[in-house]
């Protein structure tokens, strides 16, 4: 069984850094292999960000984050990280990770394993 845990939310000033960490359990012998971060606002669907293919590495970002966002993995696959560099106040959300077979990574459908989220606030 595969568990998910974010760390890291907080509150910051715009233009800030925050770096989120997600503790992977159990993946090993799973065979999922796009991990990937998504944000949901209140009122709003959940917004896939960034994603990797962990084999590969392959990255992926969504067009508001490009650039500013950096989606990263342990070497040992125990963790998966997203480092934000000049932070919006419209970052702000709670950011989920996700782990699943493959498919169109921003879609949530396409993910099995969720962890429980960490809210990251953007002052202005």
């Known amino acids: 069984q595969i568990r998910l845990m974010e760390s890291g939310g907080g509150s910051v000033q715009a233009g800030a850094s925050l770096r989120l960490s997600c503790t992977v359990s159990?993946?090993?012998?799973?065979?999922?292999?796009?991990w990937t971060w998504f944000r949901r606002v209140p009122g709003k669907e959940r917004e896939g960000v960034a994603s990797m293919l962990v084999g590969s590495q392959t990255t992926y970002y969504s067009d508001s984050v490009a650039g500013r966002f950096l989606i990263s993995r342990a070497d040992d696959f125990s963790t998966m990280s997203l480092q934000m560099y000049n932070l919006k106040p419209e970052d702000s959300a709670v950011y989920f990770c996700?782990?699943?077979?493959?498919?169109?990574?921003?879609?949530?459908?396409?993910?099995?394993?969720w962890g429980q989220g960490t809210q990251v606030t953007v002052n202005a």
């Open positions: 159990g993946y090993r012998d799973s065979g999922l292999y796009l």
């Open positions: 996700a782990v699943g077979l493959g498919g169109q990574w921003w879609r949530d459908e396409n993910y099995d394993f």
